[in-house]
């Protein structure tokens, strides 16, 4: 029996102009989950002695990053604050005013600005981690960071760095705290995700930044790998790669539909309005038999309300 899935929510308009029509002997099942578009993105910047040049790099390409949310129309906050912990740091003080941006916050690239452009004058201990387990601890989450933090929405930490991450506790200690802190839902097994830009140590990075800091950031990375998230090198020219990485990751993630049955994956078809879209990792749906989902990429990442259909034949017919 066929089983035709309905969903109205947020999507994008395009697709191939390809006649979708239904077997007259198939039968629908029709409900309409929404996409979770919340996303909350704490950027974790360095501000010691060696690292404005990277701060720099970081800022012309960041925007890309906000329109490309401001474009799929995503509900965002996205703050940022230091790796210094020092008693004259930022210590999880978001940075800036507003103390995090949204979707319609007035001259947002201006404010943008003012949150990656920190300077060179922090602590040379840096605290990514501990910076952000201050960030959504308490007494910051109800006095300068009220708001930011929203237990519906998805948490993604992206930290810029040269230098390994110097905080007294242990990454397990980080990796429970963030555990704790974002619940999973029936989707994700984790509802945070966390990206680092630094020296990765890869056998070809032949990395040598600003300063001639080369310290490979091990501890950051023990989160990035158990959260299914990116390390890039902070040793390139441009950081849009990294930031088209981190965009193309986290829009995938939120607009994933969990099918309440098992398909015959050679069954599946998905349209947008009737009109059939490839199944391709670049642009277009793919399933994921792990999680039993679709999930969306490139030009065909939700936009706006349209109808989905998601068309297959179950692998255990009732």
Request: some cysteine.
């Given at each position: 029996m066929k089983l035709l899935l309905l969903i109205t929510t947020i999507l994008l308009s395009c697709g191939q102009k390809n006649a979708f029509s239904l077997s007259p002997e198939s039968t629908s099942l029709d409900f309409r989950p929404q996409f979770n578009s919340k996303v909350d993105i704490l950027l974790v910047i360095d501000?010691?002695?060696?690292?404005?040049?990277?701060?720099?790099?970081?800022?012309?390409?960041?925007?890309?990053?906000?329109?490309?949310?401001?474009?799929?129309?995503?509900?965002?906050?996205?703050?940022?604050?230091?790796?210094?912990?020092?008693?004259?740091?930022?210590?999880?003080?978001?940075?800036?005013?507003?103390?995090?941006?949204?979707?319609?916050?007035?001259?947002?690239?201006?404010?943008?600005?003012?949150?990656?452009?920190?300077?060179?004058?922090?602590?040379?201990?840096?605290?990514?981690?501990?910076?952000?387990?201050?960030?959504?601890?308490?007494?910051?989450?109800?006095?300068s960071n009220q708001g930011f933090l929203r237990s519906d929405a998805f948490l993604l930490v992206?930290?810029?760095?040269?230098?390994?991450?110097?905080?007294?506790?242990?990454?397990?200690?980080?990796?429970?705290?963030?555990?704790?802190?974002?619940?999973?839902?029936?989707?994700?097994?984790?509802?945070?995700?966390?990206?680092?830009?630094?020296?990765?140590?890869?056998?070809?990075?032949?990395?040598?930044?600003?300063?001639?800091?080369?310290?490979?950031?091990?501890?950051?990375?023990e989160l990035v790998h158990l959260s299914e998230g990116v390390s890039s090198t902070i040793c390139t020219a441009n950081l849009k790669n990294v930031l088209n990485h981190v965009e193309k990751t986290l829009l995938t993630l939120l607009t994933e539909i969990s099918l309440s049955r098992i398909p015959i994956v050679e069954s599946l078809r998905v349209s947008f309005n009737?009109?059939?879209?490839?199944n391709d990792p670049t642009n277009g749906w793919t399933y994921n038999s792990q999680k039993n989902s679709i999930f969306f990429h490139g030009s065909f990442i939700p936009k706006s309300q349209t109808r989905i259909e998601i068309y297959f034949d179950p692998k255990d017919p009732k």
């Open positions: 501000n010691s002695s060696s690292m404005l040049q990277h701060q720099e790099i970081l800022f012309n390409t960041a925007p890309d990053l906000i329109s490309r949310l401001q474009e799929k129309q995503f509900d965002f906050h996205l703050g940022a604050t230091s790796t210094d912990v020092s008693g004259n740091g930022e210590r999880g003080k978001l940075i800036g005013s507003p103390s995090y941006l949204i979707n319609s916050t007035p001259n947002i690239n201006e404010r943008l600005k003012e949150k990656l452009l920190l300077g060179a004058d922090g602590s040379n201990v840096e605290k990514g981690l501990e910076a952000f387990r201050l960030a959504f601890t308490e007494p910051l989450v109800s006095d992206v930290i810029l760095s040269n230098e390994n991450d110097q905080s007294e506790a242990a990454t397990k200690d980080y990796i429970n705290f963030l555990e704790n802190l974002k619940s999973p839902t029936s989707t994700r097994k984790r509802s945070w995700m966390m990206h680092f830009i630094g020296v990765t140590g890869a056998a070809d990075e032949n990395c040598k930044t600003f300063g001639d800091y080369k310290d490979v950031g091990a501890r950051y990375m009737r009109i059939l879209i490839p």
